[in-house]
């Protein structure tokens, strides 16, 4: 492995924030690469680079392009030609070797003529390097094995993070290898080793996680379907509007009469808790009241006006069937249900002593949006409570696969679950709430959620739309990188954001045990048993 000050050439052209450079050394000429991906060459793709500007400074490049000069001279056969290679790189910040700090961003140019070496990995073990009070190393360096790579902990699950990529290259692994780190690797300033009790919760909807920590020093509880408890009373009237699709000309006031009426007769220690078995009975008690006859005097006699009935009835009729399909449906109804003396889901996840909470998430679509309305409200509820009793405990969310309910395409559809995952992202982090959004198609996320994350580890993706989102996150100095994008490796992902010292491409540190996300082996399930 060539370590720093080999000298390449020298700079033949600058415009803007790109130079060109004549390789000028015979040896780095016969070992130039023209493919990215082998890091044992000084000058091949992604590779950094620097010159010195006139006040002593270096300024650092990255290798964009490599091409021949010879292919723009015409060809003459009495003319030798010679091997003449020219590199293109883009400036990317500057090195103060007295400081021994790297700053991104360029307020000063080398000249014409200046030379350019490779750097050394100690300049760019700097230029990846992060000043926080701790650190998570959380892979190699995707141009030197060597170099370690470290994220700022505090951030990368302090703030939201979006992890994304093509399914099968590497996001489950990547989840499991961040979170294992936090026991594992953690460090601080000196390099000593951090102990630490995590909280996560995990939304699995492919059961994958499960075997990932398995064994392993977290203690692990896995949620069931059928144990989730997220009962509907803590709604407040405007959430069971929405919650019940409830129109505010008429259904509102209805409802929310009904739901006071309830409450003042179920009232238990001013909790306010009612069955929602209940709340079609007393609406429908309601609109039997309503349409009895008033005699000559305006007062109400025990007779109905059927016609009167029918109206009410009929203006009422989509609230009530909303109302009718959630009870007849033994998969939500025992998930909203009220429960006597017994604690919530989220209730039994922030005062337990497990780290890591893994829910059953395979839910439809319908289903699914009704668990992570109600789910995000609770969590939303503990945090504010939480907040005021000066008690502040971070809680990390990983939401898998995401795009299945927080999409911008099928916002109608998810319109409950993406309500409350929306306004987590927005107001969390001051209440010690963060997310981590993981997903395969990121261009489909909501926007105001994905604006929400600091920080982003990415995969291979080959979709255009998904391309160009990855663009438009990517400083304007890195954007190179997105030509990566499409060909990186397995568990090789571009890391860039607040939470990282530099944008870079970066091996991610093996998870052990894996996720249980392998490819299928379809040939081998077909062989023939004899």
């Given at each position: 492995?060539?370590?720093?000050d080999?000298?390449?050439?020298?700079?033949?052209?600058?415009?803007?924030?790109?130079?060109?450079?004549?390789?000028?050394?015979?040896?780095?000429a016969?070992?130039?690469?023209?493919?990215?991906?082998?890091?044992?060459?000084?000058?091949?793709?992604n590779?950094?680079?620097?010159?010195?500007?006139?006040?002593?400074?270096?300024?650092?490049?990255?290798?964009?392009?490599?091409?021949?000069?010879?292919?723009?001279?015409?060809?003459?056969?009495?003319?030798?030609?010679?091997?003449s290679?020219?590199?293109?790189?883009?400036?990317?910040?500057?090195?103060?070797?007295?400081?021994?700090?790297?700053?991104?961003?360029?307020?000063?140019?080398?000249?014409?003529?200046?030379?350019?070496?490779?750097?050394?990995?100690?300049?760019?073990?700097?230029?990846?390097?992060?000043?926080?009070?701790?650190?998570?190393?959380?892979?190699?360096?995707?141009?030197?094995?060597?170099l370690?790579?470290?994220?700022?902990?505090?951030?990368?699950?302090?703030?939201?993070?979006?992890?994304?990529?093509?399914?099968?290259?590497?996001?489950?692994?990547?989840?499991?290898?961040?979170?294992?780190?936090l026991k594992?690797?953690?460090?601080?300033?000196?390099?000593?080793?951090?102990?630490?009790?995590?909280?996560?919760?995990?939304f699995?909807?492919?059961?994958?996680?499960?075997?990932?920590?398995?064994?392993?020093?977290?203690?692990?509880?896995?949620?069931?379907?059928?144990?989730l408890?997220?009962?509907?009373?803590?709604l407040s009237?405007t959430?069971?509007?929405?919650?019940?699709?409830a129109?505010?000309?008429?259904?509102?006031?209805?409802?929310?009469?009904?739901?006071?009426?309830?409450?003042?007769?179920?009232?238990?220690?001013?909790?306010?808790?009612?069955?929602?078995?209940?709340?079609?009975?007393?609406?429908?008690?309601?609109?039997?009241?309503?349409?009895?006859?008033?005699?000559?005097?305006?007062?109400?006699?025990?007779?109905?006006d059927?016609?009167k009935?029918?109206?009410?009835?009929?203006?009422?009729?989509?609230?009530?069937?909303?109302?009718?399909?959630?009870?007849?449906?033994?998969?939500?109804?025992?998930?909203?249900?009220?429960?006597?003396?017994?604690k919530?889901?989220?209730?039994?996840?922030?005062?337990?002593?497990?780290?890591i909470?893994?829910?059953?998430?395979?839910?439809?679509?319908?289903?699914?949006?009704?668990?992570?309305?109600?789910?995000?409200?609770?969590?939303?509820?503990?945090?504010?409570?939480?907040?005021?009793?000066?008690?502040?405990?971070?809680?990390?969310?990983?939401?898998?696969?995401?795009?299945?309910?927080?999409?911008?395409?099928?916002?109608?559809?998810f319109?409950?679950?993406?309500?409350?995952?929306?306004?987590?992202?927005?107001e969390?982090r001051?209440?010690?709430?963060?997310?981590?959004?993981?997903?395969?198609?990121?261009?489909e996320?909501?926007?105001?959620?994905?604006?929400?994350?600091?920080?982003?580890?990415?995969?291979?993706?080959?979709?255009?739309?998904?391309?160009?989102?990855?663009?438009?996150?990517?400083?304007?100095?890195?954007?190179?990188?997105?030509?990566?994008?499409?060909?990186?490796?397995?568990?090789?992902?571009?890391?860039?954001?607040?939470?990282?010292?530099?944008?870079?491409i970066?091996?991610?540190?093996?998870?052990?045990?894996?996720?249980?996300?392998?490819?299928?082996?379809?040939?081998?399930s077909?062989?023939?048993?004899?």
């Amino acid at each position: 492995m060539f370590d720093g000050d080999v000298r390449i050439g020298k700079i033949i052209k600058i415009e803007g924030l790109t130079i060109h450079i004549e390789v000028t050394d015979e040896n780095v000429a016969n070992k130039l690469v023209l493919k990215y991906g082998i890091n044992d060459y000084v000058a091949s793709i992604n590779k950094m680079i620097y010159s010195i500007l006139p006040n002593g400074k270096r300024i650092i490049g990255r290798i964009s392009k490599v091409f021949d000069k010879n292919t723009f001279i015409p060809d003459d056969i009495f003319v030798k030609s010679h091997d003449s290679f020219v590199i293109e790189a883009t400036l990317v910040g500057v090195y103060d070797d007295f400081l021994m700090r790297f700053d991104s961003g360029i307020n000063s140019f080398p000249i014409i003529g200046s030379e350019v070496f490779s750097i050394s990995q100690e300049i760019h073990q700097s230029i990846v390097s992060i000043n926080a009070t701790y650190k998570l190393p959380i892979g190699t360096s995707y141009d030197d094995n060597q170099l370690e790579i470290s994220a700022n902990p505090d951030i990368l699950f302090g703030k939201h993070m979006g992890i994304f990529g093509n399914t099968g290259t590497g996001k489950s692994s990547t989840v499991a290898s961040l979170i294992q780190g936090l026991k594992r690797r953690l460090q601080d300033k000196s390099g000593n080793p951090v102990n630490i009790n995590p909280k996560i919760i995990i939304f699995d909807s492919n059961d994958e996680y499960e075997q990932a920590f398995k064994g392993t020093e977290f203690s692990v509880r896995k949620i069931k379907k059928e144990e989730l408890y997220l009962p509907h009373y803590h709604l407040s009237f405007t959430e069971y509007f929405q919650f019940l699709g409830a129109s505010l000309g008429v259904q509102a006031p209805i409802l929310k009469n009904c739901i006071k009426s309830l409450r003042e007769k179920t009232d238990i220690e001013n909790k306010e808790i009612f069955q929602f078995s209940d709340l079609q009975e007393e609406i429908n008690r309601w609109l039997w009241n309503n349409a009895r006859k008033k005699d000559k005097d305006g007062n109400i006699t025990k007779e109905f006006d059927n016609f009167k009935a029918s109206q009410w009835f009929n203006w009422c009729s989509t609230m009530t069937n909303r109302i009718q399909t959630i009870t007849d449906d033994p998969r939500i109804y025992h998930i909203i249900e009220s429960r006597d003396t017994e604690k919530n889901t989220i209730e039994e996840i922030v005062n337990s002593d497990n780290e890591i909470y893994i829910i059953e998430a395979d839910f439809e679509k319908d289903e699914l949006d009704i668990v992570m309305f109600l789910f995000s409200k609770l969590v939303y509820e503990w945090a504010i409570k939480n907040r005021k009793t000066s008690n502040i405990d971070s809680l990390v969310i990983l939401f898998e696969e995401a795009h299945r309910y927080i999409n911008e395409l099928e916002q109608e559809e998810f319109k409950l679950g993406t309500y409350y995952i929306e306004r987590l992202a927005r107001e969390g982090r001051k209440f010690g709430i963060s997310l981590i959004v993981s997903s395969q198609r990121p261009s489909e996320l909501t926007k105001s959620i994905v604006s929400q994350c600091n920080s982003f580890i990415v995969h291979r993706i080959t979709n255009k739309l998904d391309l160009e989102f990855i663009n438009r996150n990517l400083s304007s100095n890195n954007q190179d990188l997105v030509k990566f994008v499409p060909g990186l490796e397995k568990q090789y992902a571009i890391v860039f954001g607040e939470a990282f010292g530099y944008t870079d491409i970066v091996k991610i540190a093996d998870a052990a045990p894996v996720p249980n996300s392998e490819d299928p082996e379809v040939i081998g399930s077909w062989i023939l048993k004899e």
